[in-house]
């Protein structure tokens, strides 16, 4: 018998984050190791009347392809996954990895070539959702592989997400938009303000956010959700910041990491652990050095770091900064193959102050 929490997840996935309507093409896309859930998701799009197509991957073929790719395999886009960006309406993404460390052998070079690769897939997404032509969204199938990096028993673990992504409400369908509120009352208090100060140990950073659009997080991209985040001014970064938790991408974890800015530019870099990996990826193109996104997020149910950006980037009380590709309805402009959200914490003596005025202090909102 299936976990009715998958179920109930699968409803909001469906019926609220995408709203899947009749004839809507919508993408499936996971490995075998999220079967319950990618079943349930798959059920839902049909009861909606939407067009399912799924592409499910087996565990262990992004560690095979970066072992054995050719250049011009690295290079090479799949026509499905070209289609797909540019004609579904509608993609549902989860995240199931059973081995946290599958890409840990790979190579930095490989992973940046075929990012630079499949760039355009990402502009072309990006810029469809930003026009409303296109609707995701991204969640993740609990596993062992996440629990034991959450420091949880997979019961544990189950427990926690799921509880995090409203699931156990009488009406989750509706539960996320009944949430929205406070999101939404921070989004509109710092629309149309410039600057951004950031205090935190190892942490004092300024950027601009004038002209900029500050958008409210409230599950329809992620599950779970809670942030609300802009594009900054992309040459306005200058100061010093020191990431709090590891952050993952491409399969590949760094952690202490430690970046300084000059004229919105990352112009010193280091990492505890991973350095290589890091480096590499800041060279991946222009746009890498520069940050995309500042998050601020707002979900107090999430409270410790768990290793998986989806979930640290929301706890409430922390700060997230993306290098690389800005989201178009923010009003970035950065461009880049690269978008890698990297969490700050503040709730141990940080604060953010906007235009003079205190926004939050050790980790709680003030105005």
């Known amino acids: 018998m299936r976990d009715q929490r998958a179920e109930a997840l699968a409803q909001i996935l469906v019926r609220y984050s995408t709203k899947v309507a009749e004839g809507d093409v919508c993408v499936i896309q996971s490995t075998t190791t999220a079967e319950p859930l990618v ?19 087996t565990e262990g073929a992004a560690a095979a392809f970066y072992e054995l790719a050719s250049e011009e395999q690295l290079d090479w886009i799949p026509p499905t996954a070209t ?32 990012q630079r690769a499949r760039k355009p897939l990402m502009e072309t997404s990006m810029k469809r959702a930003a026009a409303g032509d296109y609707r995701w969204a991204l969640t993740l199938f609990p596993t062992h592989a996440y629990a034991g990096e959450a420091g949880m028993s997979l019961a544990q673990y189950e427990d926690f997400y799921y509880a995090a992504c409203l699931v ?12 929205s509120d406070e999101v939404n009352r921070l989004a509109e208090w710092i629309e149309g303000r410039e600057e951004v100060h950031i205090t935190a140990p190892g942490t004092d950073i300024k950027l601009n956010v004038g002209g900029r659009t500050f958008i409210p997080c409230t599950g329809e991209h992620n599950m779970p959700d809670g942030e609300f985040f802009t594009g ?15 952050a993952t991408y491409s399969g590949r974890e760094v952690a202490g990491v430690k970046f300084r800015f000059e004229g919105g530019k990352i112009v010193d870099a280091s990492a505890e652990r991973g350095e ?27 409270a410790t770091g768990t290793k998986e950006i989806l979930l640290d980037e929301k706890i409430g009380g922390t700060v ?16 880049s193959a690269v978008h890698w959200d990297m969490v700050c914490d503040l709730r141990q003596g940080g604060s953010i102050v906007v235009d003079g005025v205190e926004l939050q202090r050790d980790g709680s909102f003030v105005v």
């Open 168 to 179: 156990n409400d009488a009406e989750p369908v509706t539960a996320w938009q009944r949430q």
């Open 320 to 335: 997230h900064m993306a290098i690389g590709m800005s989201y178009p309805e923010s009003g970035g402009t950065n461009d």
């Open 83 to 114: 289609w797909a960006a540019e004609n579904a309406d509608v993609r549902i993404a989860i995240m199931a990895d059973a081995n946290s460390r599958d890409l840990s052998q790979a190579d930095p070079a490989k992973q940046s070539r075929a």
């Open 232 to 246: 900054p001014v992309e040459d306005s970064v200058e100061g010093e910041v020191a990431f709090s938790f590891p």
């Open 276 to 302: 290589e990996f890091l480096l590499e990826t800041l060279d991946t193109d222009d746009g890498a050095r520069r940050l995309g996104e500042l998050g601020i997020g707002t979900n107090y149910g999430i």
């Open 39 to 57: 079943q349930a998701v798959y059920e839902e799009v049909l009861r909606a009347g939407g067009l399912p197509i799924m592409q499910v991957g």
